[in-house]
DNA sequence: ATGGTTTTTACTGCGTC
DNA sequence: GACGCGGTAAAAACCAT
């Protein structure tokens, strides 16, 4: 499961490469032609303008004195994107002095304090707005990966502004707290992923996804109960192509378990995976430990292990 | 850091098709 | 002989202390 994901990624980020190379019209297939007048990108057959961005933003990379260095050099620093406006805000310095170098009046100076205080919020709230604009752009990203609906983006995203406001982020990745965010979201909408199932569609390591969420939800008091194991069920049951009625034995051997306290300290997925093969055991459904194993990312021997203890606990309390 | 618990990995044996 | 299943031992991961 996880091999085939990592498998059609990369091809598909060989596909990208070779696109890059040879370049075809995403329109009509047609051949694209780099127009350096206009400093567009377009098709040959079609029309279509493909890239308007054309601009050089670097220095000019001759200049044999200094008029013609003069003519040819552009304006300003070049634009980087590893500032969240590209360089491109304005800083108020903070040396009371004027173009000059000439020290300011005492009105001039409390102007410039007033000005600098302004100019800070404005730039970080804008800073604020664009990182939010990418973490919600992350968000969508994994739980479409993931399969989940609409209601949980929303919660992820209010999370994630939410520890934006708090200002959890410094120190932590965009990207972590985004997982972080979907992670808990799915979770409070029962209809949890695994933290495998996460990390494989983040950026981040498992790791750093674990130690992040729990920073966030402690910080935020964020409500996670521990996952029900039942809410897996569902999934995994159609993942296999099981019946409704194997799925309604998962359950009720789950809750069985549940009243004899025989689940503690073990893996929630496990136990639903467990319940998943030993229901399809019990309808005479067709499933092999293999395939439970694959769709819930669990080892045959847990589930086998689990599957035990849920059939012994069925033993010691009837069935009602 | 440490020790206890759970999960995983890897391997082996058994029965069946 | 391959497959599904069961078990075991040792390694790894996890958690609370």
Redesign the pocket.
């Given at each position: 499961m996880s091999n085939t994901n990592t498998r059609t990624i990369t091809a598909e980020a060989e596909t990208e490469q070779e696109a890059d190379e040879e370049v075809a019209c995403p329109e009509c297939g047609g051949r694209l032609v780099v127009d350096d007048e206009h400093g567009e990108t377009i098709c040959d057959d079609c029309g279509l303008v493909v890239s308007e961005d054309g601009i050089d933003r670097g220095p000019e990379w001759r200049a044999f004195d200094a008029a013609e260095k003069d003519e040819k050099s552009r304006v300003g620093a070049p634009t980087t994107n590893m500032m969240h406006d590209k360089g491109l805000s304005t800083n108020i310095d903070w040396r009371d002095k004027d173009a000059y170098g000439n020290s300011l009046g005492s009105r001039q100076r409390k102007k410039m304090q007033r000005l600098r205080k302004w100019n800070e919020r404005f730039r970080t709230r804008d800073s604020k707005e664009r990182n939010l604009k990418q973490a919600l752009g992350e968000i969508d990203r994994m739980a479409s990966a993931l399969g989940l609906p609409e209601n949980v983006r929303e919660t992820a995203s209010v999370i994630y502004r939410r520890a934006l406001d708090e200002n959890l982020l410094p120190g932590r990745s965009i990207e972590g707290v985004s997982t972080s965010a979907v992670y808990a979201a799915a979770r409070q909408a029962g209809v949890p992923r695994s933290?495998?199932e996460i990390a494989e569609v983040s950026r981040v390591e498992?790791?750093e996804i674990?130690r992040t969420y729990r920073y966030v939800v402690r910080e935020l008091g964020l409500e996670v109960k521990p996952a029900d194991p039942e809410s897996y069920v569902p999934r995994f049951a159609s993942d296999l192509g099981l019946s409704e009625e194997a799925q309604h034995r998962a359950r009720k051997l789950l809750q069985n378990a549940k009243e004899q306290g025989v689940h503690?300290?073990?893996?929630?997925?496990?136990?639903a995976a467990a319940a998943v093969?030993a229901a399809a055991?019990l309808t005479n459904e067709?499933?092999?430990?293999?395939?439970?194993?694959e769709v819930a990312?669990?080892?045959?021997?847990?589930?086998?292990?689990?599957?035990?203890e849920l059939l012994e606990a069925e033993q010691g309390l009837p069935v009602a």
């Amino acid at each position: 499961m996880s091999n085939t994901n990592t498998r059609t990624i990369t091809a598909e980020a060989e596909t990208e490469q070779e696109a890059d190379e040879e370049v075809a019209c995403p329109e009509c297939g047609g051949r694209l032609v780099v127009d350096d007048e206009h400093g567009e990108t377009i098709c040959d057959d079609c029309g279509l303008v493909v890239s308007e961005d054309g601009i050089d933003r670097g220095p000019e990379w001759r200049a044999f004195d200094a008029a013609e260095k003069d003519e040819k050099s552009r304006v300003g620093a070049p634009t980087t994107n590893m500032m969240h406006d590209k360089g491109l805000s304005t800083n108020i310095d903070w040396r009371d002095k004027d173009a000059y170098g000439n020290s300011l009046g005492s009105r001039q100076r409390k102007k410039m304090q007033r000005l600098r205080k302004w100019n800070e919020r404005f730039r970080t709230r804008d800073s604020k707005e664009r990182n939010l604009k990418q973490a919600l752009g992350e968000i969508d990203r994994m739980a479409s990966a993931l399969g989940l609906p609409e209601n949980v983006r929303e919660t992820a995203s209010v999370i994630y502004r939410r520890a934006l406001d708090e200002n959890l982020l410094p120190g932590r990745s965009i990207e972590g707290v985004s997982t972080s965010a979907v992670y808990a979201a799915a979770r409070q909408a029962g209809v949890p992923r695994s933290l495998d199932e996460i990390a494989e569609v983040s950026r981040v390591e498992k790791s750093e996804i674990a130690r992040t969420y729990r920073y966030v939800v402690r910080e935020l008091g964020l409500e996670v109960k521990p996952a029900d194991p039942e809410s897996y069920v569902p999934r995994f049951a159609s993942d296999l192509g099981l019946s409704e009625e194997a799925q309604h034995r998962a359950r009720k051997l789950l809750q069985n378990a549940k009243e004899q306290g025989v689940h503690s300290g073990k893996s929630p997925v496990g136990l639903a995976a467990a319940a998943v093969y030993a229901a399809a055991l019990l309808t005479n459904e067709k499933t092999t430990q293999a395939a439970v194993s694959e769709v819930a990312d669990i080892s045959e021997v847990t589930i086998r292990n689990r599957y035990h203890e849920l059939l012994e606990a069925e033993q010691g309390l009837p069935v009602a």
